[in-house]
């Protein structure tokens, strides 16, 4: 389940984030995947989406997988093509610019986990000819590349993909945007309900990810 968000506006975002995830759209971090034994993450930002778009169908499409195995594969794939420092910096704002390094490594493996036991059974990929990238704009070490996902039940879906150039020249996914629901921003609206505790650091946000896989 979603974080517990902040009034009931944050509550409808996120009860339609949810929603609009687990329609089998292929969205949701971790990013760009090459097909096969070809170099990760190399080539535009066009092909890493795309790319993604057909490694996720090929990992996470078959129906008999069974959760463990599911979780295992999801993880993979996060620990690859997902970037946590950038993605975490775009949720948390200036607490992540005010934190140490052990707070960073600490809420990246909260953050890892609590992804890999919300998500990891609702994405699924889907048919090649269901995304279609429709814009790309390059803002220096990032990208968002604009696509349409097309549904069968509810029409086009907008999907924008946040992608953060990395220290060793690869592109990584930092943020999904789904019919104009931020990923980053509903988190970050959801962490900002939590206290700035002094001299806490980020440890507050890790307990609140860690509660949030229990049960």
Do not use: K
Request: hydrophobic fraction near 45%; charged fraction near 20%; aromatic fraction near 6%.
């Amino acid at each position: 389940m979603p974080l517990p968000p902040n009034g009931r506006g944050g509550r409808h975002r996120a009860r339609r984030l949810g929603s609009l995830l687990t329609i089998r759209i292929n969205a949701f971090l971790v990013g760009a995947f090459l097909l096969l034994a070809a170099p990760a993450h190399a080539g535009s930002v066009e092909q890493f989406v795309l790319d993604f778009n057909q490694r996720l169908s090929i990992e996470l499409g078959p129906t008999d997988l069974g959760e463990a195995d599911r979780r295992t594969r999801f993880a993979a794939l996060l620990d690859e093509y997902l970037d946590l420092n950038a993605a975490s910096a775009l949720m948390l704002g200036a607490r992540w610019g005010a934190a140490s390094p052990e707070d960073r490594a600490q809420f990246c493996a909260a953050f890892r986990d609590y992804l890999i036991h919300n998500f990891a059974g609702r994405i699924h990929g889907a048919g090649a000819r269901r995304l279609q990238i429709t814009g790309v704009v390059l803002d220096g070490p990032n990208a968002t590349v604009s696509s349409e996902f097309s549904t069968d039940h509810i029409g086009a879906l907008s999907v924008d993909w946040r992608l953060a150039m990395g220290g060793d020249a690869t592109w990584r996914l930092s943020n999904v945007t789904v019919a104009g629901l931020s990923m980053a921003a509903v988190m970050r609206a959801q962490f900002d309900a939590v206290p700035d505790q002094n001299g806490a650091g980020l440890t507050p946000l890790v307990s609140l990810l860690r509660d949030q896989q229990r049960g």
